[in-house]
């Protein structure tokens, strides 16, 4: 995790099965940063249609690499003045984070797009602009929905 690595499937896949199946998950969940590998993806798929759900939204934040360089720097260094900086927060990691990103989550835009269930957001826009377009595009969705977000490396 420190190197920028994805932890393995099995470790997110039960970590996540747990949660959905408290009762509050009933009304509805938002899951940020997971699935993040298309085996993580078939594994929600399974525990979803097991318990007569599915998901509504898939949200992708597009954000270029050079802008996501510098939130990431902007963030190690907001997080070292208060005392509680990331070991991830580095270049070096970031570009792993990249790495893993392009090969193991960026394939699951295809596999949600397949589903008629992605949609995209403009990132790099103004922070506002940006949670108002997250909830334009789960608002189209209608009521007591479950999301998945799919957030950027
Ligand atoms: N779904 C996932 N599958 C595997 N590893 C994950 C997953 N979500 C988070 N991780 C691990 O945790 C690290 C930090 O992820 P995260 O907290 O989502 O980043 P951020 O806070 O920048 O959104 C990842 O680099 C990875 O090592």
């Not at 995790?1 to 039960?14: K, T």
């Not at 979803?48 to 260094?77: P, Q, T, Y």
């Not at 070096?92 to 992605?118: C, F, H, M, N, W």
């Amino acid at each position: 995790m420190e190197r920028g690595e994805l932890v393995p499937d099995e470790l997110v896949v039960a970590i996540v099965a747990e949660r959905i199946s408290r009762p509050d998950a009933k009304y509805g969940f938002i899951l940020d940063g997971f699935p993040r590998t298309i085996v993580q993806a078939a594994a929600l798929d399974d525990i979803l249609r097991a318990a007569g759900l599915r998901l509504d939204s898939v949200l992708e934040l597009d954000v270029d690499e050079a802008a996501l360089l510098g939130r990431i720097l902007n963030r190690a260094k907001d997080a070292t003045a208060n005392g509680h900086a990331r070991a991830d927060d580095t270049e070096a990691a970031l570009r792993v984070r990249l790495e893993e990103y392009g090969r193991q989550t960026k394939p699951l835009a295809d596999y949600y797009r397949e589903q008629g269930i992605l949609k995209s957001v403009d990132g790099l826009q103004p922070i506002d602009k940006v949670a108002s377009s997250l909830l334009e595009a789960i608002h189209t969705q209608g009521e007591g929905v479950r999301y998945a977000a799919s957030s950027s490396p």
